[in-house]
């Protein structure tokens, strides 16, 4: 069965830095994955998503992510953090391919943006 | 133009009460979802439709009865509210080879 890790339920950082918010899969097969973003009292908005060729896919609102199969990881990144990026973040995974497959959700990771 | 949208946006209700929230998607997409968002923000599969058709049907309580009248449309009707039904309901639609877009959600409050 499909799972997904997101290490740190919180993560803080300050205008401007480096935002670096992890993700494990397992998967017995490479799966589809994604990252989406839910705004305070708002649906999930995709940022960015996997399903073949580069392994380095980058995503809306200045975000990017890397497929590591070795590692089983898609970490999410954004070289500048912007307070507005202040949100709940989901990684998923998905069957590659299937009709009306489901998203398998991580915990989610609460980012906040200090100025 | 709103993609995916749900209705009610906030549901307010008794306990042992009847409700149905409704999903619409005008993507042209033909397979849609519901997902429960529990308080601690954490999404979790219900049911799912490809064409009409009942794909996923998670373990959830056969209180809860999703009903696709057609490919745009799944509605969510649950029986005999309790108060562990209070969550947040999302719709979501995709096709086979695209990413799944979500509604806005339903805030269910059972009281």
């Known amino acids: 069965a499909q799972s997904v890790t997101q290490l740190g339920s919180h993560v803080s950082v300050s205008e401007g830095a480096l935002v670096l918010l992890r993700c494990n899969y397992s998967?017995?097969?490479?799966?589809?994955l994604f990252w989406y973003v839910q705004y305070p009292n708002q649906g999930l908005q995709l940022l960015l998503k996997y399903t073949t060729g580069a392994t380095l896919v980058k995503g809306i609102n200045g975000f990017e992510a890397e497929f590591k199969k070795s590692e089983t990881s898609f970490h999410l990144t954004k070289p500048s953090a912007h307070m507005s990026d202040a949100a709940e973040y989901f990684c998923a995974v998905s069957d590659r391919g299937q009709a009306g497959t489901a998203l398998i959700f991580g915990k989610g990771t609460t980012l906040s943006v200090s100025s | 133009d709103t993609a995916v949208s749900q209705t009610p946006k906030y549901l307010v209700t008794q306990m042992g009460n009847d409700k149905s929230i409704k999903c619409e998607q005008n993507l042209g997409h033909d397979t849609m979802y519901w997902y429960k968002q529990d308080s601690k923000k954490f999404l979790k599969i219900m049911f799912s439709?490809?064409?009409?058709?009942?794909?996923i049907n998670e373990t959830v309580p056969n209180r809860f009865s999703p009903k696709s009248p057609d490919k745009a449309h799944l509605n969510l009707h649950i029986n005999s509210l309790e108060l562990g039904d209070s969550a947040v309901y999302f719709c979501?639609?995709?096709?086979?080879?695209?990413?799944?877009?979500f509604g806005p959600g339903t805030r269910l409050t059972v009281t």
């Open positions: 979501a639609s995709s096709t086979r080879l695209t990413e799944q877009y």
């Open positions: 998967s017995s097969v490479p799966p589809y």
């Open positions: 439709y490809n064409n009409k058709e009942l794909i």
